[in-house]
C-alpha cells in the first residue's frame, strides 16, 4: 500500500540554523500538508499546499518557515532561522482531495538546542 | 475554536472488553477522522466519516456521528492489548478552511493483557 515517507526522522540542530524537512507523499495525491505537534500537545496544521502554491497557511506559519515542491515527488518544509520553541515532531501528509482522508508519514523530531 | 475534543482524556481496559473514545467540535464539518498514534510514532488513519452519515464501521472499529449535538464516538470492539495508543478525532470545517484538520488533544487507550 503507497504510504507517506518523511526524511530524516530525527533531526538535531542548534538555534538560528536554517533546516529542511522531507516528504515524499502519495503519488497520486494533489494536496499536501504540513503539521506539527509539540511534546505533549495537539497536533497543530501549519500549511496546506496545492497546484504548486499555498492555499491556507496557519497563524504559525509566519515567514520563518516556507514550503516547496521542487521536483514531481518531494514536498519539502524548511525553517530559515529556529528557535527553540520549533522544537517538535513534524508530519507531512497528502490527500487526494480536500475532503478526503489524509495520509500522514511517519513524522520527523526536530530538536533545537 | 473547531477543534475536536476527546473524552475521556485516558482509558484503561482489560484485553476482550471494549473501549469507547468520544469527540465534541463546536463548528459545522465536513468530515470528521479518527487517527491513532502509538507513542512518538505517527498518525495512522482509522475511518472517515461525512457529515451526511450516522455510523461507520471497519473491522471492530464502530464510528458514529451526531450533527445535532457536534459529536463523534469511536467503539473498538474486543481490545487487545495492540491496540494500546492515543487515538484522536479531527474535524475537516467548510468554507475557507475546507482541508485543514483540527485536532482534538486525543484518548489515551491502555489494554491491559
Known amino acids: 500500500e503507497p504510504e507517506v515517507t518523511q526524511t530524516p526522522s530525527h533531526q538535531v540542530t542548534q538555534m538560528g540554523q536554517e533546516v529542511i524537512l522531507r516528504c515524499v507523499p502519495i503519488?497520486?495525491?494533489?494536496?499536501f500538508y504540513w503539521y506539527r505537534q509539540i511534546l505533549g500537545q495537539k497536533v497543530e496544521f501549519l500549511v496546506s499546499?496545492?497546484?504548486?502554491?499555498?492555499?491556507?497557511k496557519s497563524e504559525i506559519f509566519d515567514d520563518q518557515f516556507s514550503v516547496e515542491r521542487p521536483d514531481g515527488s518531494n514536498f519539502t518544509l524548511k525553517i530559515r532561522s529556529t528557535k527553540l520553541e520549533d522544537s517538535a515532531m513534524y508530519f507531512c501528509?497528502?490527500?487526494?482531495?480536500?475532503?478526503?482522508?489524509?495520509?500522514f508519514g511517519p513524522g520527523t523530531r526536530l530538536l533545537v538546542l | 475554536s473547531q477543534q475536536g475534543e476527546e473524552d475521556p482524556q485516558a482509558l484503561s481496559i482489560q484485553e476482550g472488553e471494549n473501549a469507547t473514545m468520544n469527540c465534541s467540535y463546536k463548528?459545522?464539518?465536513?468530515?470528521l477522522q479518527w487517527y491513532r498514534q502509538n507513542s512518538g510514532r505517527g498518525l495512522v488513519h482509522l475511518i472517515l466519516?461525512?457529515?451526511?452519515?450516522r455510523e461507520k464501521h471497519s473491522g471492530r472499529l464502530r464510528v458514529t456521528l451526531d450533527t445535532s449535538k457536534k459529536s463523534s464516538s469511536l467503539l473498538i470492539t474486543a481490545s487487545r492489548a495492540a491496540d494500546t495508543a492515543s487515538y484522536f478525532c479531527?474535524?475537516?470545517?467548510?468554507?475557507?478552511?475546507?482541508?485543514?484538520?483540527?485536532f482534538g488533544r486525543g484518548t489515551q487507550l491502555t489494554v491491559w493483557p
Open positions: 479531527a474535524t475537516v470545517g467548510r468554507g475557507s478552511t475546507l482541508g485543514r484538520l483540527y
Open positions: 466519516i461525512r457529515s451526511n452519515e
Open positions: 501528509a497528502s490527500s487526494r482531495d480536500r475532503v478526503e482522508t489524509q495520509y
Open positions: 499546499f496545492y497546484n504548486n502554491e499555498i492555499s491556507e
Open positions: 463548528t459545522s464539518i465536513n468530515n
Open positions: 503519488s497520486n495525491h494533489l494536496y
